[in-house]
């Protein structure tokens, strides 16, 4: 018989953190740096652990470029050509780190992506590779046992996604990124959570329930830097932005979407934002302010200073569109 797992599980839109007494005094005491020592590759990372992510409209060179600065990841997206890369390193050696493979396939489940993360670890002993997703604590423990570093966390969460839709599959990213950093940590692996960020209370949640790192697709769209086309229409701008299983992606680069299977993305026009520098600052403003809140001097304290409540609404609808 089919069965029923009754514990509740949450989103980052049910619940908030609770402020706690602080000694800090301002944002600005407030460190977001943090250090890693990863398990399998012995590699040791230090950054805002932010990762743009590896979609064509987000990871794309000019992001990376921009990112770095603020001492923040890009997964540079698998469509460059090797010509472009070859011209991007010859201008811009201080964004590149070639030090982390991501290996990043819808369905971590399957038997096969396990032997293939195994495959890549034994040919690449010591770079750190970042495998998933998955959104299972056993799921984790297999992916970092067979050579994985960090595993990306979320299965349907993503704000260009359709696959709960179409699949009926999913975990709440809240849950699933706090027992997948449970279960990571325990074998002193990281975790990525991947998808379901709206607002920069989202990627300080994520980080309050264990996320080692925060990976953002949607929050980066629409920017000078983000790929997709840009639209005008009665004299606003608009930028294309896509799931990397849309249809209009698998037009792109797979002349289409195969017959047996359906896409799992969809296309919006994001309103054009401008340079993403100053998103970044609001991002980063935004989680030195939930430190504060919280009394966490460095990001590395902040999920041992959370304490989540559960709520039934998170802001005051009246002058938004966030019902
Ligand atoms: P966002 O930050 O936009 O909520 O989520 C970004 C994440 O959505 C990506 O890092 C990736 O894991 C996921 N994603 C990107 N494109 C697609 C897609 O076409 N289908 C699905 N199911 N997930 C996608």
Redesign the pocket.
Known sequence: MPHIDNDVKLDFKDVLLRPKRSTLKSRSEVDLTRSFSFRNSKQVYTGIPIIA???DTVGTFEMAKVLCKFSLFTAVHKHYSLEQWKEFATQNSACLEVKYICLDV?NGYSEHFVECVKDVRKRFPQHTIMAG?VVTGEMVEELILSGADII?V?I????????RKKTGVGYPQLSAVMECADAAHGLKGHIIS????SCPGDVAKAFGAGADFV?????LAGHSESGGELIERDGKKYKLFY????EM?MKKYAGGVAEYRAS??KTVEVPFKGDVEHTIRDILGGIRSTCTYVGAAKLKELSRRTTFIRVTQQVNPIFSDDK
């Open positions: 992510a590896n979609m819808a997703n990306k979320g349907g969460p993503g704000s260009v996604c359709t696959t991947d998808g379901g960020c990976m953002l697709g949607g929050m799931g990397m299983s849309s992606a799992e993305g």
